[in-house]
C-alpha cells in the first residue's frame, strides 16, 4: 500500500519563533495518523503545510504524490480540512452553508443540495438544517465543520484537534464518525491534545515538542514507552499517604510520583499489580477516595519522553 500523504523535513519559522524545526510525518493510504502535542507544538502549522494553506521555509511535502506547493491546486481537490477554530459561516445555514461549498467545488445546485442533505443526515443534523449556525450548539458546528470538509468527497482528511471543548457524548460521536470515514477508505491524520483520543483512533502516533518529532508508533509500542498504565490512590487521610507509598512501591517495583496533594501515581505494565494493590489497601485497612488504573496522560508521556512536564513548556510556547 502506498503512502496517502508525506512531510520531510518541513521547516517553518514565524520571525523569532521556529514553530516547525524539522519533522516527518507520513500516512499509509486508509490509515489513522494521530499528531500528538502540547499548545504551540506545531501541530496546526504542520497541517496548513499539508493543505497547501501555508508554504515551508525548508523541506518538502506530498499528498497522493502531488507536492504541496507546486501542486497546490491539484492536493486542495483531494484533501478535506477541518480547522481547529470552525470555518462555516454563522449567518447561513447548515444547509445554506453546505451547498455553497458544494458549488465553490464545481457542483451543480441540484447535485450540491443532495449532498448537503445526506451529509446533514449523515452528522445529526437533519433537524437542525434550516437553522442559522449561530443557533448551534459547540457539539453541532463541529460536526457542521466537519460535514463541510466531507462536501468534496476527500481521499485525506485532517482534523485539527476534533473533539477540543467537547464533552464525553459528543465526543464519542465524533470518534464514531472518524471511524466510519476511515472504513470507507479514507486516511485521516489527527491533530489531538489527547493520548488517549490518539489511542483509540490512530494506527500511528508521532508525537511533536517545539516543532520536532519525539517518539513515533503504533499506540502500543508509545504506550510501552511512556511504561503502560498508572496506578492512582488518594488515602482518605492524608496520615496514610507513607503507607500508600510503601505498598505502590512494594507492588510495583517504581518509584512513586505525587501530581498533586494527597495523591500518588505508580507506572505498571498490566492489571494484574491493580488487583494486588486493591488487596494490600484492603488488608491494611487503608480507606481511599480515588482509586484507578488510567492510560498514561500526555504529560506522564512527555515526562518520559523529554524528562519534563508539558505544563513547564507553556510559557516558552507563547
Ligand atoms: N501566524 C503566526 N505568527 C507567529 N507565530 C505563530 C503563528 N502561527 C503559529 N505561531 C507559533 O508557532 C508555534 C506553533 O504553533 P501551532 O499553532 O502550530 O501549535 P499547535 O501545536 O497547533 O498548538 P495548539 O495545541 O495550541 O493548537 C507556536 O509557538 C505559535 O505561537
Ligand atoms: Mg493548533
Given at each position: 500500500m502506498g503512502l496517502a500523504f508525506q512531510a520531510e523535513g518541513l521547516v517553518k519559522r514565524y520571525g523569532e519563533t521556529t514553530a516547525l524545526a524539522g519533522i516527518d510525518l507520513a500516512a499509509e493510504q486508509g490509515s489513522v495518523l494521530g499528531v500528538l502535542g502540547p499548545n504551540g507544538a506545531g501541530k496546526t502549522t504542520a497541517v496548513r503545510i499539508l493543505a497547501t494553506l501555508l508554504k515551508p521555509d525548508a523541506g518538502q511535502a506530498t499528498v497522493g504524490g502531488l507536492d504541496v506547493v507546486r501542486d497546490a491546486a491539484k492536493v486542495r481537490r483531494t484533501i478535506g480540512l477541518t480547522g481547529q477554530y470552525a470555518s462555516v459561516d454563522e449567518d447561513l445555514t447548515g444547509t445554506e452553508n453546505l451547498?455553497?461549498?458544494?458549488?465553490?467545488?464545481?457542483?451543480?445546485?441540484?447535485?450540491?443540495?443532495?449532498?448537503?442533505?445526506?451529509?446533514?443526515?449523515?452528522?445529526?443534523?437533519?433537524?437542525?438544517?434550516?437553522?442559522?449556525?449561530?443557533?448551534?450548539?459547540?457539539?453541532?458546528?463541529?460536526?457542521?465543520?466537519?460535514?463541510?470538509?466531507?462536501?468534496?468527497?476527500?481521499?485525506?482528511?485532517?482534523?485539527?484537534?476534533?473533539?477540543?471543548?467537547?464533552?464525553?457524548?459528543?465526543?464519542?460521536?465524533m470518534w464514531t464518525i472518524i471511524r466510519k470515514l476511515v472504513a470507507d477508505g479514507v486516511?485521516?491524520?489527527?491533530?489531538?491534545?489527547?493520548?488517549?483520543?490518539?489511542?483509540?483512533?490512530a494506527d500511528r502516533i508521532s508525537v511533536i515538542d517545539h516543532g520536532k518529532v519525539i517518539a513515533h508508533g503504533t499506540p502500543a509500542e508509545l504506550k510501552q514507552v511512556v511504561g503502560g498504565q498508572n496506578i492512582l490512590v488518594r488515602p482518605v487521610e492524608p496520615a496514610r499517604l507513607p503507607d500508600v507509598a510503601r505498598i505502590l512501591e512494594a507492588v510495583s517495583g517504581r518509584e512513586t510520583e505525587s501530581p498533586g496533594r494527597g495523591v500518588l501515581t505508580v507506572p505498571v505494565t498490566g492489571d494484574s499489580e491493580f488487583t494486588e494493590v486493591?488487596?494490600?489497601?484492603?488488608?491494611?485497612?487503608?480507606?481511599?477516595?480515588?482509586?484507578?488504573?488510567?492510560l498514561p496522560s500526555l504529560d506522564d508521556a512527555f515526562f518520559t519522553l523529554t524528562g519534563r512536564h508539558a505544563a513547564d513548556e507553556e510559557e516558552v510556547a507563547v
Open positions: 451547498v455553497l461549498i458544494g458549488q465553490l467545488l464545481d457542483l451543480r445546485r441540484p447535485a450540491a443540495k443532495a449532498r448537503a442533505k445526506t451529509l446533514l443526515a449523515d452528522f445529526g443534523l437533519a433537524e437542525a438544517a434550516g437553522r442559522s449556525v449561530k443557533t448551534y450548539s459547540g457539539g453541532m458546528r463541529r460536526r457542521l465543520d466537519l460535514a463541510a470538509s466531507l462536501v468534496g468527497l476527500p481521499r485525506v482528511i485532517y482534523l485539527d484537534e476534533p473533539t477540543t471543548g467537547l464533552d464525553p457524548a459528543k465526543r464519542d460521536d486516511t485521516v491524520l489527527l491533530t489531538t491534545q489527547y493520548l488517549e483520543e490518539a489511542d483509540a483512533l486493591v488487596r494490600r489497601l484492603g488488608a491494611e485497612r487503608i480507606s481511599v477516595t480515588e482509586l484507578s488504573l488510567r
